[in-house]
């Protein structure tokens, strides 16, 4: 097995669910091979209390987490991203920055659970349901790594 690590940014809109859950969950999955992080075109400032419950439910940390810019990784000094995934339709419809070392991009839509309605219940069921096709994705990420997130 290669020792190489591999830096993946996650892009959402609003960096509060999706690309949150996403990051983690590659962060825990990737045992070292990976190094993820978020950020949205237009943060929300917060992570949905909602996401953190389902992290903590799966047994992630959500030390440190935090709704973030995407401006913060088109920086010089920012860590250079080897692959940039879109979460979300309207991210992926945005002009993204150009980001150093031209890191090879992925779409992978999925619904975007903070848009849930109902009881409690019922919103957190929906975040469960989407954490549920953001593992899949990512297990089938770290399966084929970077080089072939084309397929995923």
Known sequence: ??????????LCTGNSAR???AECLINHLGAGRF???????RPTGKVNPLSIEVLKEKGHSVDGLRSKSWDEFARPDAPR?????????NA?????????GHPAK??????DPAAAEGSEQERLAVFRRVYGMIEAKVR??????????GEL
Do not use: K
């Open 1 to 10: 097995m290669s020792e190489t690590s591999y830096n993946v940014l996650f």
């Open 19 to 21: 690309s949150i859950m």
């Open 35 to 41: 190094r993820a992080y978020s950020a949205g075109s």
């Open 140 to 149: 089938r990420l770290i399966e084929l790594g970077p080089q072939r997130a």
């Open 81 to 89: 991203m080897d692959l940039v995934i879109t979460v979300c339709d």
């Open 106 to 111: 992925v779409h992978l839509g999925f619904p």
């Open 92 to 100: 992926a419809g945005e002009v993204c920055p150009v980001w150093p």
